[in-house]
């Protein structure tokens, strides 16, 4: 059994990276990015420039500009338990310091110069004179965020004007929508593989005669150069360890365990796993309550309607179950708020929106009567989630029913329970000693199917009752192309699914002796 | 040659005591609701008796109620569909006589298994895969016996050796599956007895099982009965196994008795054409024949039905695919065209109520008939 698990979940390894590298591709491979997503949201109001400078900033920012494959590995490199080469350090405010990164070379530099300058050693010295490491390495920090902005802004004016003489050359498929060189960044599936494209031999000359080209080229080589001794500069500083180490060491400089990182969500500027660790605790909250209602009612029902069968029980439990499951989810929310919950069109009975009062900061969390009555923080919650777990419950009683009651039917003509019968075993203990036991399976397949659902979160429930959960977390990534919330939630959600589908296999061998894993 | 029986022996005071038996099934009729059309009659008059230390063979076709007949005495025949019509099973109980069909649910489980015990057919899906066979043993002896858990454990382990399963003690924690289908009979049947029922029902216990494990269940059985004190009810279509374990053997046919007699009897004179239809159909190892004679070959006879004693008087078998005979005195009652004549002493026929055994009267058929006894004796 143990090998079998472990079997089980080295295999979950590749399966993870597979279902994550097929949605890193669709992602990517979808029209419009994130960065499409801002210009709609308020970019456009921007000049064409000073848009590709944001632009290409974000790209930079987030790794944009690299191929998706390359985007790829880095993302799974993140999220890796097991990490390779440098290993991170962590602030004492437990911010991670990564490595600093390359500096891109300016596009098309071969077709001006020889070799890119080479900026001297860095001398930490003499940058920041008896500082201590952490402040060196903040100080270089900052002189390299500024001055690799100041590359990038300036090897974009250097891409917009090649763009405007490239499109004069009628060579326009060189040329983004922003108006910077295309190939400078991956698109489409060219940019699978491919960053830099062939350009004609009159377009070359005629991108060498311009002098506005020229001039901008040369900025932007300058400040590569910039760029680059910065970069250098902190790698230095970077190497002196300002900071502890992050993770445990496993081969010396080679292989190292660290915290899977979910990276930054590109909307909300915030660490993913933040936001999960806030969102998660919503969803679950709702459906711990939810789930144990819907086996509490679901299974003795249907083994009621097992033992009654064809009586009124099971004739009037199937038709109310099959109707309430044939409403529309989105109707029911609407129904509820329309008529429970809002003041002036319903009874005004529950909370509209969210899951806690304004003021449940201030809550005690027991309720208390000393003084009048007050709610309190428990109360309050739980008068929030009624009609949220309503929603959530009600169309769930059909299928577990009547599967229960299926399972039992099956069971009841069984051979062995005959046998127990005439061994004078009483009905109470037939049904729950020889048949439920036996029905056990398909209400465990259930529950594995209903346990992933758990962590997704009801997309629509959320929505209509405004809750923060991560059904509301996920059609926000969706919207704004939060490309790391969407990955970070695919892979818990699978991973949390592969879990799920283990679990069901070792209980299948718990409840059924004939199965076995050797 | 009498055709008149004797005063029928039935009612409460007929079972239990000394050399009285200890189940005696009378006029049990038992029907089946079809969802339409009319009710099926699966079990209509039938009547025998059983003695402690008899082994009762209930033969049959299938459909003929025989197994109907055993569901009943321990009331599992499910209801609905089911039901008791009439008739009574008196059975010798540790609080004296009682009717088993009138019990209530309560008075039959502490009947089930403990005093009455039943093995079935199908060993592979008789025992509920998911506990142990020690945990099933075990149910039982706890649900009738005031003992404690260990003690449970050890009557299991004593039930399971006493069947002839090795290494008790290891075998007792195996599940079913675990078990050949021979080996799973003898759980059923460690399961049965371990209450050391004074009954034994066994539905065709050896037909699943292959020839050599069936004469070994078989034998298993005969041993048991002779050590417990036992009677079996032992229902087969297998004339052979009929044969080797039966003393008193009952043939049914479309829910009646047609012929009721010791074994000895019946192979030798069979009276009623169905079981002689039934006999003739067994291959013989020292007769080269070109085909079997077929039961339809027998009973498709008119003359046959003429062969009974008491024939030129106008008994003629019963038999439900003929016309009532011209003389039929049927009474009103259910089953009333039907009387089982005690055409010889100790052998009883299905035949039809002409005019000639109009005015009879019939009882449970009745034979404390043992071949060990008759052996000792001979």
Not at chain 1, 3 to 18: D, E, F, H, K, S
Not at chain 1, 107 to 128: G, T, V, Y
Not at chain 1, 399 to 419: C, E, G, I, P
């Amino acid at each position: 059994m143990t090998t079998y698990i472990v079997r089980r979940a080295l295999i979950m390894i590749p399966t993870l990276i597979g279902m994550t590298f097929l949605l890193f591709m669709l992602i990517s491979l979808a029209p419009g990015d994130f960065s499409m997503a801002l210009s709609v949201s308020g970019g456009g109001q921007m000049e064409a420039s000073s848009r590709a400078a944001t632009i290409a900033y974000y790209e930079d920012r987030y790794g944009l500009n690299d191929p998706i494959i390359v985007q790829y590995g880095r993302w799974l490199g993140r999220i890796s338990p097991l990490k390779f080469g440098v290993r991170d350090q962590r602030t004492d405010k437990g911010e991670l310091v990564r490595p600093p990164r390359e500096v891109r070379k300016p596009a098309l530099w071969k077709l001006f110069i020889d070799d890119l300058p080479n900026p001297p050693p860095p001398d930490l010295e003499a940058f920041a004179p008896g500082q201590e490491p952490a402040r060196v390495y903040r100080l270089s920090a900052n002189d390299y965020a500024r001055t690799r902005t100041t590359y990038l802004s300036a090897a974009t004016r250097f891409e917009v004007e090649a763009g405007r003489v490239l499109r004069e050359q009628s060579l326009d498929k060189f040329v983004a929508d922003d108006g910077r060189l295309d190939g400078a960044k991956p698109a489409g599936f060219e940019g699978f593989l491919f960053t830099t494209q062939r350009l004609p031999s009159e377009a070359v000359e005629a991108l060498k005669a311009d002098p506005d080209v020229e001039r901008t080229f040369g900025a932007a080589v300058t400040a590569y150069t910039n760029a680059l001794a910065s970069r250098n500069r902190i790698a230095a500083s970077f190497a002196t360890k300002p900071h502890p180490e992050a993770g445990m060491p496993l081969i010396p400089r080679l292989v190292w365990l660290g915290k899977p990182d979910f990276g930054i969500s590109v909307s909300r500027s915030r660490p993913v796993g933040a936001l999960i660790a806030e969102a998660l605790p919503v969803t679950l909250l709702l459906n711990a309550i939810a789930v144990p209602i819907i086996y509490f009612v679901a299974i003795p029902s249907g083994m009621l309607a097992a033992v009654r069968q064809g009586t009124w029980f099971d004739i009037a439990s199937g038709a109310l179950f099959v109707a309430l499951w044939s409403v529309p989810i989105v109707w029911a929310c609407v129904l509820a708020l329309g008529y429970l919950a809002n003041e002036t069109t319903g009874l005004g009975l529950f909370p509209v929106i969210g899951l806690h009062s304004d003021d449940a900061d201030a809550m005690r969390f027991l309720p208390s009567f000393a003084g009048g009555w007050r709610a309190g923080f428990l109360l309050d919650t739980l008068h929030h989630c009624v009609l949220p777990v309503a929603c959530l419950t009600y169309a769930g009683f059909a299928v577990l029913s009547k599967q229960t009651r299926a399972a039992m039917l099956d069971n009841f003509n069984a051979d062995y329970v005959r046998t127990a019968k005439a061994k004078g075993v009483s009905e109470k203990d037939v049904i729950f000693r020889h048949v439920f036991r036996n029905s056990l399976l398909p209400l465990i397949t259930m529950f594995v199917t209903i346990f992933p659902a758990m962590l997704g979160g009801s997309v629509i429930v959320e929505r209509v009752f405004s809750v923060p959960g991560m059904g509301s977390l996920l059609i926000d990534a969706i919207y704004l192309r939060d490309r790391e919330v969407l990955l970070a939630n695919a892979a818990i959600v699978g991973m949390v699914n592969m879990f799920a589908l283990l679990l069901a296999d070792v209980l299948y061998a718990v409840a059924d002796p004939r199965i076995s894993y050797k | 040659m009498t055709t008149t029986a004797p005063a029928p022996t039935t009612g409460p005071s007929s079972v239990g005591g000394e050399g009285l038996p200890i189940a005696r099934v009378d006029n049990l009729a038992v029907s089946f609701d079809n969802g339409r059309g009319p009710r099926i009659q699966a079990v209509d008059g039938v009547r025998m008796t059983i003695y402690p230390r008899q082994t009762l063979a209930v033969v049959g076709e299938s459909g003929c109620g025989k197994s109907v007949t055993a569901m009943s005495m321990l009331q599992l025949v499910p209801r609905p569909p089911g039901r008791f019509d009439r008739g009574n099973i008196w059975f010798d109980s540790a609080e004296g006589p009682v009717d088993l069909l009138k019990l209530s649910n309560r008075q039959m489980r502490s009947v089930r298994g403990n005093d009455i015990a039943m093995i079935f057919q199908e060993p592979m899906t008789s025992l509920n895969p998911v506990y142990t066979v020690g945990d099933q043993i075990m149910e039982a002896v706890l649900l009738h016996q005031d003992v404690s858990h260990k003690e449970a454990y050890d009557l299991a382990i004593k039930a399971m050796s006493d069947v002839g399963i090795p290494e008790p003690h290891q075998r007792i924690k195996a599940y079913p599956h675990q078990f050949s289908g021979g080996m799973r009979q003898r759980v059923m049947i460690a399961m049965a007895l371990a209450c050391r029922p004074r009954l034994l029902l066994a539905d065709e216990p050896s037909t699943a099982l292959d020839v050599t494990i069936q004469a070994q269940i078989l034998e298993l059985l005969v041993e048991l009965k002779a050590t417990r004190d036992m009677a079996v009810m032992l229902i087969t279509h297998d004339l052979g196994v009929v044969a080797e374990n039966a003393d008193v053997v009952c043939v049914m046919y479309a829910g009646r008795v047609v012929e009721y007699a010791t074994v000895f009897e019946l192979f030798a004179d069979p009276m009623h054409p169905y079981t002689r239809g039934l006999l003739a159909s067994i291959p013989k190892l020292h007769e080269r024949t070109e085909r079997l004679v077929t039961i339809k070959e027998v009973v498709d006879n008119e003359a046959e039905f003429r062969k009974l004693p008491g024939a030129d008087k106008g008994v003629r078998p019963w038999w439900p695919w003929h016309d009532a005979p011209a003389d039929l005195k049927a009474r009103d009652e259910p089953a009333g065209d039907y009387y089982l004549q005690e055409v010889r002493p100790g052998h009883w026929v299905g035949v039809w109520r002409t005019e000639a055994v109009a005015d009879h009267e019939s009882g449970p058929p009745d034979l404390a008939f043992r071949k060990v006894d008759s052996e000792t004796t001979a």
